[in-house]
């Protein structure tokens, strides 16, 4: 497809088969005006997507709102899917408009905006400009960014900044992984599924065997990683006395917060560390400690499997970063599906580690590796000939 750049607009030609689709979609509306909405909706969304593609940038358009019978019906989408990137939203304009106004809908959770012109004939589409986020929803069209400054937008977010997370900044796609298992618990229950815990089950009353479900077990699970002389000679004598009399403080949860929080920051033991960070989730999982650790939703882009993401990181002593990598099922799913694959790799995309789920074994997966201040790194989740890689910078 030719294109070409007229004052830092893209023009495009709009092909017959965008337009077959755009009416296909067109004609399940409700009213004459809806339909018109959607039909052009449907061809700025997929002019985007075709200029997106010359330009070499992941899409998802069947993953996408806008491709979502229900949704065209209910709403006034015109997004379009990044994968690990988030929702671009494509909204249309005509030839001659100075004004666009964006839908409640689309004022959030929306990765920036592009606004593409198409002719009264809709033969041809003018992609105009860009927005990374909105201030007010009637936009005036002389005052969108150039094309130049989407691209260079998009690969500053294609790239996930651990150390940012160290500080709380986090990117819209990433989720905290409290509220992410509330929200999909709740799904289950509007799409009538079993009530069975989900995989991600991160408040689980066990933790690698170690029962966790009252103040007692917790400190009798720290005796378990560490031997009482160890602890004495670890840990403050204030710290020690409290653990001690566990029985009769007023706040023991307190107590063995400060307590798993000073043996994080001491040790050099991986394992322990995330078998303490792991504990202190479910104790205390907003604690600044452990706080670096979100989760994303793969489902729509990994074929419509029900699997979800989590990234962790704590800082070492050395300066160096421990990161944990995890995969879970989702919904009403026990186990993993047979064959699907986690791996961490270099960032020229060779493999360091890789771990692939067995038949109805896994309920959960991970990999554990350090890495180095500005050191690019993978992860790549993979099933059959479907994948999703995230690209992280330390």
Known sequence: MNYHTEQKHIS????????????????????????????????????????????????????????????????????????????????????????????????????????????????????????????????NLNNLQNLDNFIEYYHQNSIVNLRKWLDGIYTTKWQNCDDFKLQNKLQNKLQNKSQKTPGFAFRSVKVRGLEIDTPQKVWQSINQLYTQDQLVKILPSELVNMVNNINNLPNSDLALTETINYLLQTTSDEEIRWTLAEIL??????????????????????????????????????????????????????????????????????????????????????????AEVDEKFQVRVKIGDVSITEKFII
């Open 12 to 139: 495009l030609p709009i092909p017959e088969k965008f337009r077959d689709t755009a009416l296909t979609f067109s004609q399940e509306q409700p009213n004459p005006q809806k339909a018109k909405q959607v039909y052009l909706n449907t061809l700025a969304v997929q002019v985007v997507n075709s200029y997106l593609q010359m330009l070499d940038i992941p899409t998802n358009l069947e993953a996408s709102y806008s491709w979502d019978a229900w949704v065209r019906i209910s709403a006034d989408v015109a997004d379009l899917l990044l994968p690990g990137i988030g929702n671009l939203e494509c909204r249309y304009t005509r030839t001659g408009d100075d004004i666009c106004y964006l839908p409640p809908e689309v004022w959030e959770n929306r990765f920036g905006y592009i606004f593409v012109e198409i002719n009264k004939t809709c033969t041809e589409a003018k992609i105009k400009g860009f927005l990374p986020q909105i201030q007010n929803p009637e936009i």
């Open 281 to 370: 989730w479910n104790l205390a999982p907003k604690h600044p400690a452990i706080s670096a650790r979100r989760i994303m939703d793969l489902g729509m882009q990994l074929g419509g499997n029900a699997i979800a993401l989590m990234v962790a990181i704590l800082p070492k002593q050395d300066q160096s970063f421990a990161v944990l990598l995890r995969v879970y099922p989702m919904g009403n799913q026990t186990y993993l599906p047979t064959g699907l694959k986690l791996a961490g790799l270099y960032e020229n995309g060779q493999p360091f580690l890789e771990v692939e789920a067995r038949e109805g074994k896994d309920n959960y997966m991970q990999l554990k590796f350090c």
